[in-house]
C-alpha cells in the first residue's frame, strides 16, 4: 500500500525556522494538503494544494513541493505551534487517500 | 458556521459491528462542492483515511479496510453513516468524520477542511 513518510520528531526554538519533510512516489502527480492536531483535539488544515494557505492560518506556515517530497515550513516559530502535524494526499489513482507518518513538533 | 457532529456506540464487543452516524448543520450535505469522509486515529498514534462518500451515493474506501467498511448517506437527515464490521481490538480509535472539498483543488485528491470533534469507540468484551 501506499506510504508517506514524515520524520518522527523536530525540535526547534522559539523563533526559529521548523522544516517538515514528507516523501512519497506519487508526490510528483498529487496535490499534497498539512493538518496541525494538538492533544486531544481534531487535525485544522494548514496548508492546501501543496503551498496554498487558508484564511485565518498565520503567514509563518508555508508549504513547497521538490519531486517526492513536500515541506511544510514554520517561520519564526512561537510556542503554540507546539502539535503534529500530518501530511495528507493520495495515490496515483487519486482516490486513495493517505496520511503521512505524523511529526511531532517540539518548541524548546 | 459548519458543524459536524459523531455519534454513536462507545463501546462495541469484538466481532461484531461498530455503527456512527455523522449529522452535519449550518451547511447541505448534498452540495455537488463537498465529498464527506471518515477518518480515524488509535490512541497514541497517526491518523488513517478509511473512506468517503459523494451525495450520489458514490464511495471510496482505503483498500486495507474495504472488504470491512460501508458508508452510506441519507440526505433528507443531512447525515452520513459508517459501518465497520468484524471488529478487534485493533480498531478501537478516535473517529473523525470530516468535510472533503472540492473547491480548494481543480482535481483530487482534496483536502479535509471542516472535521468533528471525534467520539472514541473501544472494543472490548
Known amino acids: 500500500s501506499y506510504e508517506l513518510t514524515q520524520p518522527p520528531s523536530v525540535s526547534v526554538s522559539p523563533g526559529q525556522t521548523a522544516r517538515i519533510t514528507c516523501s512519497g512516489d506519487?508526490?510528483?502527480?498529487?496535490?499534497a494538503y498539512w493538518y496541525q492536531q494538538k492533544p486531544g483535539q481534531a487535525p485544522v488544515l494548514v496548508i492546501y494544494?501543496?503551498?496554498e494557505r487558508p484564511s485565518g492560518i498565520p503567514e509563518r506556515f508555508s508549504g513547497s513541493s521538490s519531486g517526492t517530497t513536500v515541506t511544510l515550513t514554520i517561520s519564526g516559530v512561537q510556542a503554540e505551534d507546539e502539535a503534529d502535524y500530518y501530511c495528507?494526499?493520495?495515490?496515483?489513482?487519486?482516490?486513495?487517500?493517505?496520511f503521512g507518518t505524523g511529526t511531532k513538533v517540539t518548541v524548546l | 458556521q459548519l458543524q459536524l457532529q459523531e455519534s454513536g456506540p462507545g463501546l462495541v464487543k469484538p466481532s461484531e459491528t461498530l455503527s456512527l452516524t455523522c449529522t452535519v448543520s449550518?451547511?447541505?450535505?448534498?452540495?455537488?462542492?463537498?465529498?464527506w469522509g471518515w477518518i480515524r486515529q488509535p490512541p497514541g498514534k497517526g491518523l488513517e483515511w478509511i473512506g468517503s462518500?459523494?451525495?450520489?451515493?458514490?464511495?471510496y474506501y482505503n483498500p486495507s479496510l474495504k472488504s470491512r467498511v460501508t458508508i452510506s448517506v441519507d440526505t433528507s437527515k443531512n447525515q452520513f453513516s459508517l459501518k465497520l464490521s468484524s471488529v478487534t481490538a485493533a480498531d478501537t480509535a478516535v473517529y473523525y468524520c470530516?468535510?472533503?472539498?472540492?473547491?480548494?483543488?481543480?482535481?483530487?485528491?482534496?483536502?479535509?477542511?471542516?472535521w468533528g470533534q471525534g467520539t472514541l469507540v473501544t472494543v472490548s468484551s
Open positions: 449550518g451547511g447541505s450535505i448534498s452540495s455537488s462542492s463537498y465529498y
Open positions: 494544494k501543496d503551498s
Open positions: 495528507q494526499s493520495a495515490d496515483s489513482s487519486g482516490t486513495s487517500y493517505v
Open positions: 506519487a508526490l510528483p502527480k498529487q496535490y
Open positions: 462518500i459523494y451525495y450520489s451515493g458514490s464511495t
Open positions: 470530516a468535510r472533503v472539498s472540492r473547491t480548494l483543488a481543480a482535481a483530487g485528491p482534496f483536502p479535509f477542511d471542516y
